[in-house]
């Protein structure tokens, strides 16, 4: 059994989250440098150039790219053969975003207590989703999750008969109503299947694929293709002023359900998309 | 397309220059407050208190920063969603409050008191929070210091880049991109 510290997660937890809201990934920048050149309209290339300026500002000044430094949310892949030595690994896992998000000067974001409504000062709870899996190592992936875009986002119970055509409507529903809020251009995470609570999980996990990539199965990925050019006929443009670029991409994620079920999942992440990888 | 530069306070005659659309570089004082200052700030009124800052012809900003860095004035700060301030926001206009920078829509009943009190709905761009942080020159604590990023600060900011979303006029600039006038 490979033994891995509690210090050893604390410390690469606390310098992914400092990471992730110093630099957005190569994946996202290059979007906007996409997005700029096929944009028509003036407005929408002022939005996209600030943020573009935003990104190189911020990692010029190790500052967020955002003052919401976000919800730091963890799918962790914790293999069979290891384990984590010296404490728990969701100790750990706090450990390292208390560390991280006040060592980094990051937004401390969590309230204690939903209706009381006290910040913890800290950033944490962070949110953890552990999967086991073969292996003798650790895989961390993070995401610094931002709150407005979170709002905006929408989980429905469709019927089975709506099908494909209904998962659609929901989508571009979600997004429209979304409009300016979410902070467009966004990364659309859409979770189709399992059931209440699986969907709203898989529509978060979708969020980490790197922005760009299809899907490796060619019929899901159809499915995300046709949802990012219809989301992008709406014509709601970065921050809602208009334009061509609603979303920079879609990710859909299917999973088996009950045959009375069509649960739809559609998490929104605004164009700060803050992801970052770590394999002990 | 023309940028128009104003400064604070508000005068009456140049919010009623703004319309929907207009591309603004804003200077001089405004005052950083978010969710649960505003919440304060409501219950102050309803007691009868003063509030810790003046509103007449002044511009509220929704921001809460991150922290400030050694030698920086200010961490990132850009705008916050501006509907969960609605409730609080009649009430701050018909005390003089003139203008509020944040992003995204207005509730219909807010849309309608800014018209009424002739004041004017800022968007800056959301997640642009370093950018937008290097046009504030200056940055103090006000009220409310336990509120940690969602205390009330006073803020000098030069060249402030924002689009007038919703003017004295009832004009909203995201209804009018939906509806296809852009």
């Not at chain 1, 895989?139 to 998962?167: F, I």
């Not at chain 2, 570089?25 to 409501?42: E, I, N, P, Q």
């Not at chain 2, 944040?102 to 800056?124: L, N, S, W």
Request: proline share 5%; hydrophobic share 40%; glycine share 10%.
């Amino acid at each position: 059994m490979r033994e891995i510290r509690y210090e050893t997660v604390v410390d690469a937890v606390a310098e992914m989250c400092k990471a992730a809201n110093y630099e957005l990934g190569e994946d996202v920048i290059t979007a906007f440098r996409k997005a700029l050149r096929a944009e028509r309209s003036v407005t929408a290339k002022d939005v996209l150039d600030q943020l573009v300026r935003n990104a190189e500002l911020a990692a010029e000044l190790r500052m967020p790219t955002c003052q919401d430094t976000g919800v730091a949310v963890f799918f962790v892949e914790l293999g069979a053969d290891c384990r984590v030595v010296g404490g728990l690994l969701q100790d750990a896992i706090c450990e390292g975003v208390r560390k991280g998000y006040g060592e980094g000067l990051l937004r401390a974001s969590m309230v204690g207590h939903p209706l009381k409504r006290v910040n913890t000062g800290d950033n944490t709870p962070a949110i953890i989703h552990l999967e086991l899996v073969e292996g003798d190592r650790l895989t961390l992936h993070m995401s610094a999750k931002g709150g407005g875009s979170e709002n905006m986002s929408a989980l429905r119970m469709l019927k089975p008969a709506d099908g494909w055509e209904g998962v659609k409507a929901f989508v571009l529903d979600t997004v429209r109503k979304a409009g300016p809020n979410a902070c467009p251009p966004l990364v659309v995470g859409v979770g189709i299947g399992g059931n209440f609570e699986k969907c709203a999980i898989l529509a978060k996990h979708s969020l980490f694929r790197p922005i760009g990539e299809r899907h490796p199965d060619p019929e899901i990925a159809a499915l995300e293709t046709e949802l990012l050019e219809e989301i992008n006929r709406l014509g709601i443009g970065p921050q809602g002023l208009g334009g061509d670029t609603t979303a920079l991409d879609v990710k859909v994620e299917l999973h088996p359900c009950h045959i009375a079920a069509l649960p739809v999942a559609v998490n929104l992440n605004c164009h700060a998309s803050r992801h970052r990888t770590v394999v002990l | 397309m023309g940028v128009v530069h104003i400064r604070t306070p508000l005068e009456e005659e140049t919010v009623l220059s703004l319309r929907a659309g207009d591309r603004v570089l804003l200077s001089g004082t405004v005052y950083a407050a978010r969710d649960a200052a505003h919440k304060r700030m409501c219950e102050m009124l309803e007691r009868g208190e003063p509030l810790p800052i003046p509103l007449q012809g002044q511009v509220i900003y929704y921001v809460g920063p991150s922290p400030a860095a050694p030698g920086q004035v200010i961490g990132a700060a850009g705008p916050t969603t501006s509907s969960r301030m609605d409730k609080y926001t009649p009430a701050l206009l018909a005390l003089g409050l003139k203008g509020m920078i944040g992003k995204g829509y207005r509730a219909d009943e807010v849309v309608q008191a800014i018209a009424r009190h002739k004041a004017v709905y800022f968007a800056a761009t959301g997640g642009a929070g370093a950018l937008l942080a290097s046009r504030i020159r200056k940055n103090e604590m006000v009220a409310f210091e336990d509120l940690g990023p969602e205390a009330i600060r006073r803020l000098e900011v030069e060249e402030f880049p924002m689009i007038v979303i919703n003017d004295a006029y009832g004009n909203d600039y995201y209804r009018q991109v939906a509806g296809g006038a852009n």
